[in-house]
């Protein structure tokens, strides 16, 4: 695993393609995977937020998202190769989980958002399991009871859509407990789907 730092935050040296198969890879394996794909913004905030810093540290992969990394790369010749979206890796590893009988759950959204996503996701992936959803305006008071629900299904893919960085705390909070064989950050997508 190569990994660029820019401001501290380890970046994977990876591509779109590499990553996804990384994520294959991940979904064979017995422990959870977290994986985050910070933006600038995120970087910047993670200069002011040792936890966040923290928590993007000990990810199992970073997805450079967002142009600005790859040109900051450039112009200090890090060796970033492309960027890598959030989005555009979830397009694929919901191709992938359709194909493959893998499951997911999507959590987060306004409520009824998370719901509506799921049925553009079930009209575009051919054979995509959906494990279960929920919205992202929960008490912290809700989040055992959310856990639960989640390890019931037992999804493979935890997509997490709190936004950023409330997302990538969450995951890192709840690793040792979900039950699942990889959670994403993936910020807005779970709008982009519900259109
Ligand atoms: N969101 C949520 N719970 C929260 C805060 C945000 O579910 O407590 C959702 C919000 O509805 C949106 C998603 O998180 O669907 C991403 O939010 P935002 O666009 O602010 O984050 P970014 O894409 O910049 O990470």
Avoid at 143 to 152: D, F, K, L, T, V
Wanted: net charge neutral; glycine share 10%.
């Amino acid at each position: 695993r190569n990994q660029v730092k820019i401001l501290g935050v380890p970046i994977d040296q990876i591509t779109a393609q590499e990553a996804f198969q990384q994520l294959t890879v991940f979904l064979e394996g017995d422990t959870l995977k977290k994986v985050y794909t910070p933006n600038p913004e995120i970087i910047m905030v993670a200069q002011q937020d040792q936890r966040l810093l923290n928590v993007l540290q000990e990810a199992d992969l970073v997805l450079p998202d967002g142009i600005g990394l790859i040109i900051a790369s450039k112009i200090k010749g890090l060796g970033l190769k492309e960027r890598v979206t959030g989005i555009d890796t979830m397009d694929k590893l919901l191709t992938y989980c359709g194909e493959k009988q893998k499951s997911i759950f999507l959590m987060g959204g306004k409520p009824g958002i998370a719901a509506l996503a799921c049925e553009t996701m079930k009209k575009q992936y051919r054979g995509i399991k959906i494990a279960g959803f929920h919205h992202g305006y929960f008490q912290e008071t809700d989040e055992p009871q959310i856990i639960e629900e989640i390890n019931q299904v037992a999804p493979d893919v935890l997509f997490v859509c709190l936004g950023a960085p409330k997302q990538e705390k969450w995951i890192h909070k709840y690793r040792d407990q979900l039950n699942c064989k990889l959670a994403m950050g993936v910020g807005g997508s779970v709008d982009i789907y519900a259109g």
